[in-house]
């Protein structure tokens, strides 16, 4: 969904605190019959969740909580979503590793056991198909997760390459995982609570660092990443025992853990400086000009054979036209595509995501500016309903960090 998902929660909250329910339910809820549901649904109107169209599903924005209060709990305490909207699929085979390294700018092949990254799917042109979160279970098994506003495109993508692959003997198959619901759990209390569910040492696990254990009595794929620059994990479980688990795990924090919606989610990531894709990658967007280098293994770049490849290693030579970078300004909070200018009033790039940091108090976006322009420190005018308003590139992320990494 482009244009911001914490707007689209106040425009609700608004019309609802205004007892215009009929209204609210024409404009967000008109299509709720056709719109996929998680197994989580029942149990997150029951919890007073107002539901909205997303990636052609029925997700909560929100909860009885405001987006702000939600926020704060999460960097405070904790937060769970339901993220099971999201894709989530499995590689095997002998030729896995080989066969991904085409698609993806990751170095799989170096990655041990267990581990993961993020990576990105590139076009013949160098621009990003999608963002994902790969793991290598093991040498002839990936697990990979992707966007579900991408899932159509990006599973037509994997089908075509492997068709292709196995043509030529390439030993690689496929698994949806459409049985299993994925649950994140996020926050300083999310290892605390979660360690009450399961006999496994969470301390031993690190960031990036995946699992197959059992939590709350169920089998379940436990992967230490996040979407929110907190540490937590991202729950892989069997449909039938997400709503269980769910239970487990409020229950065992006491109430200090609340159930998130989206609104909340992307406040999160902004203030983490983490990408949205369709508002901060898009098809047209290099990695390189993300600010996704780090994320091109070394191999990667003496080797290439992915996608694109030539696009983004002259890139990576030469320094790409534009870049993404973090802002703060004043005056009403940017949204994506209001223009940004230098200080003589010259076009110079877009927003992409913005919105007030209900942690700093203040406005944040994300944004592309031309290659010169880029460095923290540079001010700029940033053009919001007509009117321009003093801005300045700053460094990301906006709210540092807190991923769970060996000392």
Known sequence: MKGGLWQLGQSITRGLAHGDKKAVARRYFATEAELKKTVLYDFHVDNGAKMVPFAGWSMPIQYKDSIMDSTLNCRQNGSLFDVSHMCGLSLKGKDSVPFLEKLVIADVAGLAPGTGTLTVFTNEKGGAIDDSVITKVKDDHIYLVVN????????????????????????????????????????????????????????????????????????????????????????????????????????????????????????????AGLCLYGNDLEQHITPIEAGLTWAIGKRRRAEAGFLGAEVILKQLEEGPKIRRVGFFSSGPPPRSHSEIQDEGGSNIGEVTSGGFSPCLKKNIAIGYVKSGLHKAGTKVKIVVRGKSNEGLVTKMPFVPTKYYKPA
């Open 148 to 271: 579900a506003g991408c899932r159509d495109k990006d599973l037509a993508h994997i089908e075509e390459h492997i068709k292709a692959f196995k043509a030529k003997g390439g030993d690689v198959s496929w698994h949806i995982h459409d049985e299993r619901s994925l649950l994140a759990l996020q926050g300083p209390l999310a290892a605390p609570v979660l360690q009450q569910l399961t006999k496994e040492d969470l301390s031993k696990i690190y960031f990036g660092e995946f699992r197959v254990l059992n939590i709350n009595g169920v089998q379940c794929f436990l992967t230490r990443t996040g979407y929110t620059g907190e540490d937590g994990f991202e729950i892989s479980v069997p449909s039938e025992n997400a709503v269980d688990l769910a239970k487990g795990i409020l229950e065992k924090s006491e109430g200090k853990i609340r159930l998130t919606g989206l609104g909340a989610r992307d406040s999160l990531r902004l203030e």
